[in-house]
């Protein structure tokens, strides 16, 4: 299982790159694993500011849906419009060409409440 150790986590699996005040979002490589071949992301909250913990999305795979929540506060500002033709790509490259979402973060300080690599490999039993 691939954890990065430069990236933050959450307990409901997404992934966290911070540049500056600018967060890259996505799901973990556990997430998908447990999710199965993704064929559908749906993010409708572009240009929109959520509270952290807030509902940003779901993700659909053959078997399930699930809801994606904001690990941080702030505007969502860019989607990534390469999984609306290739969904999968979450799948195959979930740190990378399978990000979500980038959210202009609004409280920087709510960094703190993310989990390090090493604390979401023990939540995960990795």
Not at 80 to 109: F, H, Q, R
Request: net charge negative; proline share 3%.
């Amino acid at each position: 299982m691939n954890i990065p150790s430069d990236l933050k986590y959450t307990k409901d699996h997404e992934w966290v790159k911070m540049d500056g005040d600018i967060a890259t979002i996505g799901i973990t490589d556990f997430a998908q694993s447990e999710l199965g071949d993704i064929v559908y992301v749906e993010v409708e909250t572009l240009d929109e500011t959520l509270q952290a913990e807030e509902i940003f999305g779901t993700v659909e795979a053959v078997k399930t849906v699930s809801d994606l929540f904001l690990p941080l506060s702030g505007e969502i500002i860019e989607f990534n419009e390469a999984l609306e033709d290739e969904p999968e790509k979450v799948n195959t490259d979930p740190y990378g060409d399978g990000w979500m979402i980038k959210v202009k973060c609004s409280d920087l300080a709510e960094v703190e409440n993310l989990l390090s690599a090493e604390a979401y490999k023990t939540l995960v039993g990795a």
